[in-house]
């Protein structure tokens, strides 16, 4: 089967894993899905992430958070813009995620930032997902 869309399998493989409970998921290697996680490490939303190389494409190894009393760190995690819909946003217009209690995750010219640091360096870009 061809994978069209790795930041959408990513994001279904580390919603699937949280629900569940389980403490690690294993996601196919890409520069978006690296720069996804290094925001979602940065952001707090998972302990840590490694690229394990298998010989092919690679993977991330991302280790899932929770609270201390079991909780889902990452209680909602979607793709915004898809393959057949791009959704880009200027930083004057780019929606916050439950009043700035989340964060969404966009590329732009300068890599892939959460929207936070897109704020702070006055640039816009694709939005990708958002995280809460």
Do not use: W
């Not at 010989?55 to 209680?75: E, N």
């Not at 057949?84 to 590329?107: A, C, F, H, Q």
Request: proline letters at 3%.
């Amino acid at each position: 089967m061809s994978l069209n869309d790795p930041i959408a399998d990513m994001l279904t493989r580390i919603r699937n894993a949280s629900s569940t409970r389980k403490s690690q998921v294993m996601v196919k290697s890409s520069k978006v899905c690296k720069g996804v996680a290094t925001v979602l490490k940065e952001e707090g939303y998972i302990v840590d992430f490694d690229i394990i190389d298998d010989g092919k494409q690679g993977l991330i190894r991302v280790m899932l958070k929770y609270t201390p009393d079991g909780g889902q760190a990452i209680t909602d995690i979607s793709r915004v813009s898809t393959p057949g819909k791009r959704v880009y946003s200027n930083v004057e217009d780019m929606p916050k995620v439950l009043g700035g209690l989340g964060i969404n995750i966009v590329t732009t010219n300068r890599g892939v930032m959460s929207d936070r640091q897109c704020r702070e360096q006055n640039i816009g870009g694709e939005i990708l997902c958002s995280v809460s």
